[in-house]
Structure formats: structure tokens, C-alpha cells
């Protein structure tokens, strides 16, 4: 089965930062990945699907990238309200994996 | 408005068997694949199993293959997950989840996520 590795599993950046996640695939899975976001508590919501496509109302400071086997998700400029731990998956084929997750906070 | 509300989830001994529900509202329930992810408590997300729209289609985590079953009635929008032979190790909160294809290729992304059930495995 193909993994998924996430780095770093968390950060701490100040506000206004740029902040960038890295998922790599241990194959190939074209673009089929897709990033979440978890805040504490809540329920985890998507925000890029197709590794670069912007899900409808995520704000714009969001961007992913990446094709094959390495993927990035940036906030170009970090918020408070964007603490969260953030987790890729691959869904071109079961098992559908995720990341093990990258904690956001704020320093 | 997209609603899936899970249930059956509680504490159970090892060894035995527990079998969560989820109704979905809000779509067009047999035109979708579903999901089961969890979440052990302060632990990652896991995908868990997925079901194309016809039940043609599924898939398992290679950590639950052989003990868990995924099904859905189409007629009831509503999707199951039999849990066999549970381990203290599945203690987790069990999310229903819709995928965005109808999941003859792939169960796709996951668009909409219920709020969990929780299964709680121990003697």
C-alpha cells in the first residue's frame, strides 16, 4: 500500500507568516490528493482537493501544489483562526491513507 | 443542507462485536461513495473502509480487513459498518463521511463528514 509522509508533524509560526506542509507519497498518485483542516474539537473540513484545487469558501491565503508523489499546502499569510492540525490524503485508489498530520500554532 | 448522524457507538469488550449506523439526508444518497475514517483519541485521522454508491466497490484499511464490514441500504440512506473481533487498539471516534464520486474509480475525496460516533473498546 502506498503511504503518506507529512512534515513536519508541527510548527509554530507568527502571525502573518508564510507557512508551507509537505505530503510525499510513496507512489505515484497523480493529483489525487486532497488537504484538511482539523481545529480542535471540531470536525475535520476539506480545503484543497486535486492537490491544487481551492474548496468553495476556504479563503484564498490557502494554495496547494504539487503532482506525482510530493504535495505542499502554504498559508501565505498565517491567521489565529488557522491553528489546526492539517493532514493530506490520497483517494486515487483503497486504501484511501491519510498523513499522519502537521500541528499548526501560533508562536 | 448535507447531514450524516452516526450511531451504535459504545463500550464493548474485547472479542465482540458492535455494528454502527449512519443516515444521511440532505443529497442524493445512491448517487455518492461514503467513508468510515476514525480518530483514536489525541491521534491522527484513519481512513477506515469506503463503499461505491452501488456496493460494487470496497474498500478496507489493511488494519480492520477481515474483522470489519462495510454496507448501505440505498432505499434506507444509510450506511453501516459491522465491527467484528474488536480490539482494544479500534477505540476511536468512528466519522461517517460522503465521498465526492460515485466511486466506481475511487471513493473520492470527503466532502462532508458526520460528527462521530464513539467506540470504546475494553474489558
Known amino acids: 500500500d502506498i503511504q503518506m509522509t507529512q512534515s513536519p508533524s508541527s510548527l509554530s509560526a507568527s502571525v502573518g507568516d508564510r507557512v508551507t506542509i509537505t505530503c510525499r507519497a510513496s507512489?505515484?498518485?497523480?493529483?489525487?490528493l486532497a488537504w484538511y483542516q482539523q481545529k480542535p474539537g471540531k470536525v475535520p473540513k476539506l480545503l484543497i482537493y486535486?492537490?491544487?484545487t481551492l474548496q468553495s469558501g476556504v479563503p484564498s491565503r490557502f494554495s496547494g501544489s504539487g503532482s506525482g508523489t510530493d504535495f505542499t499546502l502554504t498559508i501565505s499569510s498565517l491567521q489565529p483562526e488557522d491553528v489546526a492540525t492539517y493532514y493530506c490524503q490520497k483517494y486515487n485508489s483503497a486504501p484511501h491513507t491519510f498523513g499522519g498530520g502537521t500541528k499548526v500554532e501560533i508562536k | 443542507e448535507v447531514q450524516l448522524v452516526e450511531s451504535g457507538g459504545g463500550l464493548v469488550q474485547p472479542g465482540r462485536s458492535l455494528r454502527l449506523s449512519c443516515a444521511a439526508s440532505?443529497?442524493?444518497?445512491?448517487?455518492?461513495?461514503m467513508h468510515w475514517v476514525r480518530q483514536a483519541p489525541g491521534k491522527g485521522l484513519e481512513w477506515v473502509s469506503g463503499i461505491s454508491w452501488n456496493s460494487g466497490s470496497i474498500g478496507y484499511a489493511d488494519s480492520v480487513k477481515g474483522r470489519f464490514t462495510i454496507s448501505r441500504d440505498n432505499a434506507k440512506n444509510s450506511l453501516y459498518l459491522q465491527m467484528n473481533s474488536l480490539r482494544a487498539e479500534d477505540t476511536a471516534l468512528y466519522y461517517c463521511?460522503?465521498?465526492?464520486?460515485?466511486?466506481?474509480?475511487?471513493?473520492?475525496?470527503?466532502?462532508?463528514w458526520g460528527q462521530g460516533t464513539l467506540v470504546t473498546v475494553s474489558s
Open positions: 440532505g443529497f442524493t444518497f445512491d448517487d455518492y461513495a
Open positions: 507512489q505515484g498518485i497523480s493529483n489525487y
Open positions: 486535486a492537490a491544487s
Open positions: 463521511a460522503k465521498g465526492s464520486t460515485n466511486g466506481v474509480w475511487n471513493f473520492g475525496m470527503i466532502d462532508y
